[in-house]
């Protein structure tokens, strides 16, 4: 069984979610090949971390999750038919960041909780209410259910459309108007990550 | 060729996976067909993980309680600037404070500033005097300056919690440096100033009552008298005077022009406007041992204007009876008006 423990989503949240509009603004910088976005490598560094058997080693999250995320692209970048010279000098001569502290590494648990609370602002009704019935009131689908008057799996449904629209705010950044976008919107992001670039900032 | 699945469209799956997994724990078939799902293609697992991560994370609105409205929170912190999170202030300050603890950034930052100071200040306690006619102009490391008039003493001390002035006798003129972390506090008889970032004189003199004249900024005034009074703001170009009674602080609207007039004395001069000789000669006094006198004192009502050396009374005398069309006549220690 492959699936994801608690144990690990909660790590992901606490170190490497915070993470991920900073990883974004370097995979950007990038020259990726034809075949392969941001979200692809986001998405395998993700995989990655949550198939370590262990991650009590993982002393500098951000850190790691960079050294993921370059080997995936260089892997791809070796697998790809048109072998880019420059794409590969290019990646060697992104050496992991020095130690030194982002802004998103500064980010404290209070801005954390501020981001998350201007971004589920951005919920659509009726996912907003079932979404934080769910989470600060604790409320099991089923009484969500009864509660909004709606079906077992309309909630599920609802709950499902807030995490996407969350992780597109707050995985981004929580900025620009990502999260207004419907999550079945295929490929919006393919070949120009406008969003991690301006994460970038300078 | 099988057309790649796409982020998004994997990013969807997951997000219904994290959901369902969030209502129930699967049961056999469903955790065998997600396993299915997962087993082909990395980026599945990644999503999903990520997914869940997004649900774990947004556990922390617990934080809000039940009843949290998002729209009324948006309203009222969208404009607090990210930046505020590099200033280091401690996680655990509760969100409904962030705006006023935002205001107080700076001070906080001042605060630790001043900390680093506090202990260079602690033996910073000094007594400053000038001797008549002597205009002595101290500076203070944090910025702001002292201007101690003729004939005038002053005890500072400035500690980690406040600027302390006390104005012994004579006038100084304040101007004071902003530290919200350390009033700048003056006190002068039973008249107690606290002021911000403001340019003020405090006068007190033996025969006079109090005065303090605002020249930029405002001040709060205290007495510290057996009745205590509720402190008292004024502002620039007005004047408070503390009443013999003791009772209140009466204060007075200046002309700017009159505020500068008052001033005068930071230059080493005195200025004059339709005032009495006999008070001009007073002003005099303060700066001189050269006494001026009236041989009639009638001449002491005649009234002057002009601007003056306030150590050279001699010059005055002269030049006030050039145009009052009197005689000064110097004498050893004074020196004499007369018709």
Redesign the interface.
Known sequence: ????S?E???W??RH??PHEPWLRAFIARMRLPE?L?V??V??????????LESVDDVRNPRNYLYSVARMIVLMHIRRSKIVSIRAVDDLESYAVPANDPS?EQ?????????L???A??E?PEPS?KA??L?????L??KEIAERLGMS?NA???N??????I??KR??RGGNGDAGASS????????GSDDTARDERGN | MIR?E???????VA??W???V???PLDGAA?AE??AW??SD?????????????????????????G?D??A??AL??A?P?E???TG?????P?VR?RSFLLGGGAAVAAGAVAAVGFSWQAAAATYTTRRGEIRLIPFEDGSSMTLNTASTARVKFTATERHVELVEGEAMFDVARDHARPFVVAAGDMKVRAAATSFTVQRLASRPVQVMVRRGEVEIDRTGLRPMPAQRVTANMRAISTPTGAEIVTTPLAPAEVSREQAWREGMLSFEDVPLKQAADEFARYSDTRIAFADPAIGDETVTGLFAANNPVGFAKSVALSLDLKADPRAGDVVLRR
């Open positions: 069984m492959r699936g994801v608690n690990r989503a909660l992901l949240a490497i979610l075949d976005d979200d692809d986001v998405q395998e560094a993700y995989g990655k971390l949550a198939s802004p500064q980010v404290s648990d209070r801005e954390q909780l501020h998350l609370g201007l589920v602002a919920l907003r979404f934080l769910r989470m600060i009131d604790e099991s689908h077992d909630v599920q449904k709950i499902a459309k807030s995490i996407g969350l992780l707050l995985g999550i079945a919107q295929p490929h919006e992001n393919r | 790649r796409t982020s998004a469209e994997i990013d969807a997000a219904d994290a959901a369902r969030d209502a129930a955790q997600l396993d997962l087993e990395t980026r599945r697992l990644g999503a999903y993980a990520r997914a869940r991560a997004m649900l774990a994370h947004a556990g922390r609105l617990q934080a809000f309680g039940t949290f998002p729209e929170y948006r912190h969208q607090s990210p505020a999170v590099e202030l401690e996680p655990a300050v969100l962030r």
